[in-house]
């Protein structure tokens, strides 16, 4: 039974960055599409960001659009989100996931914006 596990996150104030990691185990990420989901205090699981398999294509929701970065590394079997202009909306809990809607996804980091 594969694996997702997250890291990175933290406490950052408004405008600062910071870099998310999924690291997989137990399957190979480098066969599926992957996508980085959220959930914020009070709401549901919010996609954010999706990338191909071979890197070649990434797609964001709209409010991260030229502030967050998805990549991979398949031989290294991890995923990466770099996240910079942060701002408080962006406070939530983001899962590595294979999928938009969250359904197979790690335990979560906690990301928090706060001056």
């Known amino acids: 039974q594969g694996y997702m596990v997250e890291s990175g996150g933290g406490l950052v104030q408004p405008g600062g960055s910071l870099r998310l990691s999924c690291a997989a185990s137990?399957?190979?990420?480098?066969?599926?599409?992957m996508n980085w989901v959220r959930q914020a205090p009070g709401k549901g699981l919010e996609w954010v960001a999706e990338?191909?398999?071979?890197?070649?294509?990434?797609y964001y929701t709209d409010s991260v659009k030229g502030r967050f970065t998805i990549s991979r590394e398949n031989d290294k079997n991890r995923m990466y989100l770099q996240m910079n202009s942060l701002r408080t909306e962006d406070t939530a809990v983001y899962y590595c996931?294979?999928?938009?809607?969250?359904?197979?996804r790690g335990q979560g980091t906690q990301v928090t914006v706060s001056s």
């Open positions: 137990g399957f190979t990420l480098g066969g599926y599409w």
């Open positions: 996931a294979t999928d938009r809607f969250g359904a197979q």
């Open positions: 990338i191909a398999p071979g890197s070649t294509v990434a």
